[in-house]
């Protein structure tokens, strides 16, 4: 199994969609349904999904956009600056929108206690707040966010690493989501694999991402 480091993905990622032209917007999508490849449908049909505003995020985002499409209900949470969103979130978001009005911005003690009831009435929760690309202590709404789902005693599925895991090191970088699943895209992360609790749950999901791209990076590297 291969496993990388954040400088290696984030490179990874840059050099496919840069260099080799893969369109980022595909990435997502493969994303999205990889997640739902790993959920039985069967017996989780209500959803929270908690996106912070960067890649990760849209990936959720895209996540919600094609559970909504097949008719399971779906609250959607959002934590940080959509103006300073990427593309690709922006693009799922307004997707969204058009499927559904339960999507709630977090950011006052109202908006936490809000969403803290109303998690308590789906099955499963997924949670895209933060990435590969993590590198600052997690404080604010942000934490506030990680503990209420933590105490939910939902199920938790974690969109490439649990958000607050650093990729490279297995650090916290202040709370970690305690996850029952883990998706993660392409290559198994090495904070991920260093850490026995988080490798037993994490599947690694395939997204397109050509080998030549992996291939280039690794070999710069020296692998």
Same mark, same amino acid.
């Given at each position: 199994?291969?496993?990388?480091?954040?400088?290696?993905?984030?490179?990874?990622?840059?050099?496919?969609?840069?260099?080799?032209?893969?369109?980022?917007?595909?990435?997502?999508?493969?994303?999205?349904?990889?997640?739902?490849?790993?959920?039985?449908?069967?017996?989780?049909?209500?959803?929270?999904?908690?996106?912070?505003?960067?890649?990760?995020?849209?990936?959720?985002?895209?996540?919600?956009?094609?559970?909504?499409?097949?008719?399971?209900?779906?609250?959607?949470?959002?934590?940080?600056?959509?103006?300073?969103?990427?593309?690709?979130?922006?693009?799922?978001?307004?997707?969204?929108?058009?499927?559904?009005?339960?999507?709630?911005?977090?950011?006052?003690?109202?908006?936490?206690?809000?969403?803290?009831?109303?998690? =308590?009435?789906?099955?499963?929760?997924?949670?895209?707040?933060?990435?590969?690309?993590? !590198?600052?202590?997690?404080?604010?709404?942000?934490?506030?966010?990680?503990?209420?789902?933590?105490? =939910?005693?939902?199920?938790?599925?974690?969109?490439?690493?649990?958000?607050?895991?650093?990729?490279?090191?297995? !650090? =916290?970088?202040?709370?970690?989501?305690?996850?029952?699943?883990?998706?993660?895209?392409?290559?198994?992360?090495?904070?991920?694999? !260093?850490?026995?609790?988080?490798?037993?749950?994490?599947?690694?999901?395939?997204?397109?991402?050509?080998?030549?791209?992996?291939?280039?990076?690794?070999?710069?590297?020296?692998?």
């Amino acid at each position: 199994m291969l496993v990388v480091d954040k400088d290696q993905m984030i490179a990874i990622d840059r050099y496919a969609i840069d260099e080799l032209k893969i369109p980022a917007l595909c990435l997502v999508e493969r994303a999205s349904l990889a997640i739902i490849k790993n959920i039985n449908l069967e017996i989780r049909k209500s959803f929270a999904i908690v996106v912070g505003t960067g890649n990760n995020g849209a990936d959720a985002l895209a996540v919600a956009r094609n559970l909504l499409a097949r008719d399971f209900y779906v609250d959607i949470y959002i934590i940080g600056d959509i103006t300073k969103a990427s593309v690709e979130f922006k693009l799922n978001h307004k997707a969204v929108k058009t499927l559904t009005e339960n999507i709630y911005l977090v950011d006052t003690i109202e908006d936490l206690e809000n969403m803290e009831n109303n998690i =308590s009435k789906v099955s499963t929760i997924i949670e895209g707040i933060f990435g590969t690309g993590l !590198d600052r202590t997690i404080s604010g709404t942000y934490a506030y966010v990680i503990s209420i789902i933590n105490r =939910s005693m939902k199920y938790i599925i974690s969109i490439d690493l649990p958000s607050g895991l650093d990729s490279s090191t297995g !650090d =916290s970088w202040g709370e970690i989501v305690d996850c029952d699943l883990i998706v993660s895209m392409q290559l198994m992360k090495k904070g991920v694999f !260093d850490r026995s609790a988080y490798k037993s749950r994490c599947v690694v999901e395939d997204i397109g991402i050509p080998e030549k791209a992996i291939n280039h990076v690794l070999n710069q590297d020296g692998k």
